[in-house]
């Protein structure tokens, strides 16, 4: 089936460390975002790419890396100067950056900081 | 910032029909609304989105005033599997950072039996 995975559901680490977080799709979508989401509140844009090899930062990006070497996957890294990296990570991809494409999400990455 | 403003939360009784009001009082002429609903702990699912014409398909309605400041998102008869965040979103088409989705807090809509 078509669509976009991320893994792991649930992930925990240690103050200190980075974490990659992954999201694949085989919709053959160009952009691809991150979004971060915490308790009660709405998604806020982590960064987002429109092409391979090329992404631009969202609203809240420090703390944080991507890569964009396929059109498949678009991992996010959670570096160590994230200063309150525990949340709810949810990625998304569409057919391009356009008006009348939807975006399809991914079931998210729950990511505690232990 | 999000553009739009919703009502936190609402309640509906199984089977009648859920209006869902948002207001975009500053949308611009090329921007449409898009709606989203996020059911707890999982992705935000598209619902319909439209410009000014009103739409249907087969989960919703969305009725979009003349003036295009709100817009109305009705579910003909809820469910309780319709319990959920649902997010009324306005996107611009400039590209770039302008088509990117942006969230607000949305309205929590509460299905009673």
């Known amino acids: 089936d078509g669509g976009i995975t991320q893994s792991p559901k649930y992930l925990f680490r240690k103050e200190g460390q980075n974490v990659t977080l992954s999201c694949e799709q085989n919709l053959n979508h160009d952009a691809m975002y991150w979004y971060r989401q915490d308790p009660g509140q709405g998604l806020r844009l982590i960064y987002y790419?429109?092409?391979?090899?090329?992404?631009q930062k969202g609203d809240i990006a420090e703390g944080y890396s991507v890569s964009r070497e396929k059109k498949e996957s678009f991992p996010l890294t959670v570096t160590s100067a994230q200063k309150n990296p525990t949340a709810f990570y949810l990625c998304?991809?569409?057919?391009?950056?356009?008006?009348?494409?939807?975006?399809?999400f991914g079931q998210g990455t729950r990511l505690t900081v232990v | 910032d999000a553009k739009t403003t919703q009502p936190t939360s609402m309640d509906c009784a199984e089977g009648r029909a859920a209006n869902l009001p948002c207001n975009h009082s500053?949308?611009?002429?090329?921007?449409?609304v898009y709606w989203y609903r996020q059911i707890h702990s999982q992705g935000p699912q598209y619902i319909i989105h439209g410009l000014k014409n009103n739409e249907t398909n087969e989960m919703a309605s969305l009725i979009i005033t003349e003036d295009r400041k709100s817009s109305t998102l009705i579910l003909p008869h809820a469910t309780l599997r319709d319990t959920a965040v649902y997010y009324c979103?306005?996107?611009?088409?400039?590209?770039?950072?302008?088509?990117?989705?942006?969230f607000g807090k949305g309205t929590k809509l509460s299905v009673k039996p």
């Open positions: 790419s429109q092409i391979v090899n090329d992404f």
């Open positions: 998304a991809s569409s057919i391009g950056n356009r008006i009348y494409t939807e975006a399809f």
């Open positions: 979103i306005v996107r611009g088409n400039y590209g770039g950072s302008q088509g990117n989705l942006i």
């Open positions: 500053t949308i611009s002429g090329n921007e449409y």
